[in-house]
């Protein structure tokens, strides 16, 4: 009786071992992945695209972009949220048409959305690369997003949150499975893009 209660006590060790390890490998990869994206040269492009949300972090982001690199457009999505006030008071204010502003509101208010809405701007514009801002936890899933329905050259600059390390982990679980849903569930099938992730100029 007490070696088969040994054995179940060091099988269940075995199980948490792994299990510990498992997600510490999953951590270190994340914080990779999410806060920290590899550090590349960024080049001008013929737009750039403040994807929704964060806007007080991403658009001051996007602006500086298309002021170092002299970008003619810059492209925000409208989305009428809390989180997304400024690029929308930007749209608001703004007078249409306009050759260096466009404003669009996608479809389900989501990533998705605005991929498959870029793709139609990118065809519509004739435009052949163009430099996406979003912040860095979005990076992986809106370049691959985004490359899914584009052939275009698409530059992703990301822009980095203050976040807290509890407000890190739930984005780490968030885009994690993102990343795996869009993986496999692609939304406009592989474009067979190329996309550059890159890290916050400045």
């Known amino acids: 009786m007490q070696h088969s209660i040994r054995r179940v006590i060091t099988a269940s060790r075995r199980v948490a071992i792994v299990a510990v390890g498992c ?8 914080v990779q992945l999410f806060m920290y994206v590899d550090p590349l040269s960024v080049h001008r492009t013929d737009a750039v695209i403040m994807l929704g949300g964060s806007a007080e972090e991403r658009l001051p982001e996007a602006r500086k972009l298309q002021q170092e690199l002299q970008i003619p457009v810059l492209v925000l999505s409208n989305t009428e949220t809390k989180g997304n006030a400024k690029a929308d008071e930007a749209c608001d204010d703004a007078a249409f048409p306009n050759a260096e502003l466009v404003c669009f509101r996608p479809e389900g208010m989501d990533t998705r959305g605005e991929s498959k809405a870029i793709a139609r701007l990118i065809e519509l ?6 430099s996406v801002v979003t912040s860095s936890y979005h990076v992986a899933r809106a370049g691959l997003l985004i ?3 584009t052939t275009a050259e ?3 600059v990301a822009s980095h949150p203050d976040l807290s390390p509890a407000q ?9 499975g993102g990343l795996l849903d869009v993986t496999f569930r692609p939304e406009c099938g592989s474009a067979g893009a190329d996309v550059r ?3 916050k100029i400045g």
């Open 23 to 30: 997600f510490l490998l999953w951590l270190v990869l994340a």
């Open 125 to 130: 514009n004739r435009w052949h690369s163009v």
């Open 147 to 149: 490359g899914q329905c």
């Open 154 to 156: 698409v530059q992703v």
């Open 168 to 176: 890190w982990l739930g984005r780490f679980v968030i885009e994690t």
């Open 197 to 199: 992730i890159e890290k």
